[in-house]
């Protein structure tokens, strides 16, 4: 984190939304309101999500990213109907006029059979058979980072004075993705 990032954007302890405490969670509920109405942005800290997990997620984005371009390729984003996968370096552009961005990603989403919702983001996510370790390491981050993001629609949900309970019927079904990123050195002609 920038120091300007710190000096502008707050940096929210959220453990009051795990506590137990009404006050504690209307609280950061308020904390978080006043962060959305002023700056428009937030970092959360204490939020649940094991530092050990978030390392492992870490360590095996590094190491599905180091795999032969090959590999990746198998599950190349543009063979899934949901957007998920991967996507390689540079393929991206914020503007069909600038110059590419230097990343390379892994896309996942809530993966429901088409019987359920044949809705956009929400098919079958794609995994490196060679790698299984991405697929095991995910499907154990993804459940805390959407407890994490419920929690937070639910701060948001107080702090605008409706029940605390409010958004939760309308995101049983989340458009919601997980997207891995690796950002190498910048190479000329692309945006890092």
């Given at each position: 984190m920038t120091e300007l990032a710190k000096e502008f954007i707050p940096i929210i302890d959220v453990s009051g939304l795990f506590s137990g405490d009404d006050a504690q969670f209307a609280a950061v509920?308020?904390?978080?309101?006043?962060?959305?109405r002023t700056i428009g942005f937030f970092y959360v800290q204490n939020h649940n999500i094991s530092p050990a997990?978030?390392?492992?997620?870490?360590m095996t984005a590094k190491q599905f990213f180091d795999l032969p371009l090959e590999e990746k390729e198998i599950i190349h984003i543009k063979k899934s109907a949901?957007?998920?996968?991967?996507?390689p370096l540079n393929e991206e552009k914020l503007d069909a006029g600038e110059l590419s961005d230097n990343k390379e990603s892994f896309d996942m989403g809530l993966e429901l059979p088409t019987s359920?919702?044949?809705?956009?983001?929400?098919?079958p996510n794609q995994w490196p058979a060679s790698f299984p370790q991405l697929r095991h390491v995910l499907e154990r981050y993804w459940p805390a980072a959407m407890q994490l993001a419920h929690s937070l629609l639910q701060a948001f949900a107080v702090d605008l004075g409706l029940q605390r309970d409010f958004f939760e019927d309308k995101?049983?079904?989340?458009?919601?993705?997980?997207?891995?990123l690796h950002y190498p050195p910048p190479q000329p002609g692309s945006i890092g």
């Open positions: 509920a308020k904390e978080i309101g006043t962060a959305c997990l978030i390392a492992e997620v870490m949901h957007h998920h996968g991967y996507g359920v919702c044949d809705c956009p983001l929400h098919g995101i049983n079904i989340p458009m919601a993705a997980l997207r891995v």
